[in-house]
């Protein structure tokens, strides 16, 4: 009777049990809340995994302007060398043909612009300027500043700075084909003590020939236009016969470069010129009163 006596008082002093309803509903709460939870997140992220991103806006090609080039050859150039920026004066020239570029004002303006105020000025600047590198099958190269006596281009005083030249956004179209026109930056081989002048502009051109692209040269060179007219003329200038050194002076000359000779470069000057004195003649803009030319990326 002792025992149950103090197992009836030990039970009489335990507190009461919780009711069971409690907990039970506060465990049913906390259920539907992650459940909720639960659904909601997976209602919120399945939309944006479905969601297509934007299409990705095109570069304005719109062409805004045209200019012109002739070129030509002046066979007795090496002869009466005096000629130097008066290359129009030659007395034997021979007319190689027109070609009419179209011009990407609403992309690259600031390369438009310049290259338009090359080609016009007060006698227009390309004038004169000889063709120095041709690659066949790649394309050719105009522009090369120097000293005008000696058929190289002297850029105006007042040029504007070409601040597109590290602008990754003026690099966005490539060199798909024959006919596009653009900026040579890596190309350029102007001599150090010109590029340092404060005077120095970027105005040296390229123009590819085809048949196929040139896509070591994307991302490197701006493409601010194409040929629209004279494929015929650029394909004239890629047959004209170069300078090309053989396997033994290219390997005579990489080892120059190697140990440091600075003649190197100078040796190399001469590689890929056109062995006919290539110029332009004349340039100048093309106004048309109705465009009618679409839009056409390179």
Not at 135 to 145: C, D, E, I, V
Not at 223 to 247: C, H, N, Q, R, W
Not at 276 to 284: A, D, E, P, R, V
Request: proline residues 9%; aromatic residues 8%.
């Amino acid at each position: 009777m002792g025992c149950s006596t103090a197992t009836t008082t030990t039970s009489a002093a335990l507190p009461p049990h919780p009711p069971p309803s409690a907990p039970i509903s506060k465990l049913h709460l906390h259920r539907r809340s992650l459940l909720f939870l639960s659904s909601t997140t997976t209602a919120l992220s399945f939309p944006s995994l479905s969601i297509a991103s934007p299409p990705q806006k095109q570069p304005d090609t719109t062409i805004t302007d045209r200019v012109f080039m002739d070129f030509s050859i002046c066979p007795s150039y090496f002869q009466t060398r005096t000629l130097g920026s008066d290359l129009a004066l030659c007395p034997d020239t021979e007319p190689v043909g027109r070609i009419v570029l179209g011009l990407y004002g609403n992309l690259v303006p600031i390369t438009v612009s310049n290259f338009k105020s090359m080609c016009t000025g007060v006698s227009g600047y390309y004038k004169g300027t000889l063709i120095q590198k041709i690659f066949p099958g790649r394309f050719f190269m105009a522009g090369h500043q120097g000293r005008r006596d000696k058929g190289e281009v002297k850029p105006p005083v007042g040029l504007v700075r070409n601040t597109e030249s590290i602008d990754p956004k003026a690099f966005q179209l490539g060199h798909s084909k024959g006919g596009v026109l653009s900026l040579c930056l890596s190309e350029n081989d102007d001599d150090d003590d010109i590029k340092l002048d404060p005077n120095y502009h970027n105005v040296e051109f390229m123009i590819t020939t085809g048949p196929g692209p040139c896509p070591d040269l994307d991302g490197r060179n701006i493409v601010f236009g194409s040929v629209l007219e004279g494929m015929d003329v650029v394909a004239s200038i890629a047959s004209i016969p170069t300078y090309k050194p053989g396997e033994r002076i290219r390997q005579y000359n990489d080892l120059a470069e190697f140990l440091g000779d600075g003649r190197a470069k100078n040796a190399r000057a001469i590689w890929d010129r056109p062995q006919k004195t290539l110029y332009i003649s004349n340039c100048g803009e093309l106004k048309v009163t109705k465009p009618t030319l679409s839009p056409s990326l390179p």
